[in-house]
């Protein structure tokens, strides 16, 4: 077997478990009933916190709080430049705890701590730039409608949000929806991943020190049933957003159909990079080892199905199976590790039946394979692996495995590479790589995602939207349009000139 970077047991001194409460208008709750769930590292195999566990009584009293922050109106009549200023205060704190919060993130989520650091770095950016979008809130005017009309087209906030996010980018995600609900002017629900919730609560005590008026944000612990669910069918919730597994997605549409309530959804992704014979092939090899290995391969935009010419594709999987056995995997709490553990042993287990069911099938594993065992550690680790010969039917080339897994498949012309990346239930992100930009660009204009990257892979700018087409999801986020998803259009005609021609002939 080819020789892998292990990284052992940096032997770091894991801090007390932590206490999580529920926050709900401005005061931090246990559950009613006194229930309570513990997270386990999935990398040091401790208790690293125990939160209150969530049912209908503190869902609904969430729920009512923030209704009743948006209805008394505080926060949504604030001047934009009042909220801007809060939200940049919650950037600074947020700079300020960024050991605190990678550290507890990297305990419960498995990530390697670089990484983490990087992530709350980069969510910093994002209250920023939320704050610059609070003091932008602006509709449109129409001054043609005739001498005795004025049109003017408002943007308000649309109200309660219900906010539901994933445990494989904690605090990055919720920093992807909730500057932008505040600059709005919306008050929110959040609900944090049941494996992940400590991050979502600093940044509660974080929002509170800021000088948030008590029940504009709330957060409520615990599963998706009943909290999810919920927070998803409630009257008194304006909007769900939404980031999870398509399957999820597809029961909160449902449960938000009784009021049809507005849903906005970032869901899975299966994305391809296709890699033509004229690209550079050793940029391509390290951004397809980058992308499908970062955050363990449990990330949405992993680049996890790689379409690759026939003419080049062993010398690329050559080059790819090199730096995979380069990658260091293992303590997450080691600086020089990029790649962690794995969120929970049902998902290991999932991912490695993908590998073990297409080698069946007659796929061919060329480095990894199996559980990776980490000295000194009691987590669940799983070696970087690569998988060639992969066919189109093969569940590895369709369903997200969600792990650190490289399917690869070959085309033979442009036509094919196009009509295999677009096969697949998904359409979240896909890459192309070539020096011709006549191939980047009709690639780009014909493949069916949200993103598309040439020649890179997995950048990602505040200013940028981001968001899925087909069972990818619905809606966007960050830039501009991250700001609209929580605003709704009123429109308000006036008449500006005395004497309105009469309907009815009182004469
Ligand atoms: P998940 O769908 O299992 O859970 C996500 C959240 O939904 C959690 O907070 C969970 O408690 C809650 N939930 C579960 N059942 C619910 C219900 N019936 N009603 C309401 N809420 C419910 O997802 P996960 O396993 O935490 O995350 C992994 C998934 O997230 C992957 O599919 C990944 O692709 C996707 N993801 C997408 C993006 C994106 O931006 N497109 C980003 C990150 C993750």
New binding site residues.
Partial sequence: MTELTVISDAGASIPEARQNRHLIGGAWQDSADGATFERVSPSHGLVVSNSAKGGTVETEAAIAAARHAFDEGTWRQMPGKDRAALLNRVADLIDENRERLALIEVLESGKPISQSRGEIEGAADLWRYAASLARTVHGDSHNSLGADMLGVVLKEPIGVAAI??????PFL?VS?KLPFALAAGCTAVV?????TPSTTVILGELLTEAGLPAGVVNIVL????P???L??SDARVDMVS????????K??VA?ASGTLKKVSL????KNPQVIFPDADLDAAADAIVFGVYFNMG????SGSRIIVHEDVAEELVAKVNKLSAKVPFGDPLDARTQVGAI?SDAHQGKIDSYVKDAAKAGAKVEIGGAPLEVPGLQGRFYQPTVVSGVTPDMPIARE?V?GPVLSVLTFRDEDEAIRLANDAAYG?SAGVWSENIHTCLKFARNVQAGTVWTNTWMDGFAEMP???VKE??QGR?LGRYGLEEYLEVKTVQLRVARGRSLWVNAG
């Fill in positions: 539901i996010t994933p445990w494989n980018f995600i992807q609900k944090p991943s049941e494996m615990g599963f998706g049933d909290v999810g669910t927070m998803s939404f980031t999870g597994s398509t399957g999820v997605g029961r909160i449960a970032e869901l899975g992704g449990e990330c949405c935009n969120i997200e969600f979240l981001f968001g899925g990818s999801g986020e």
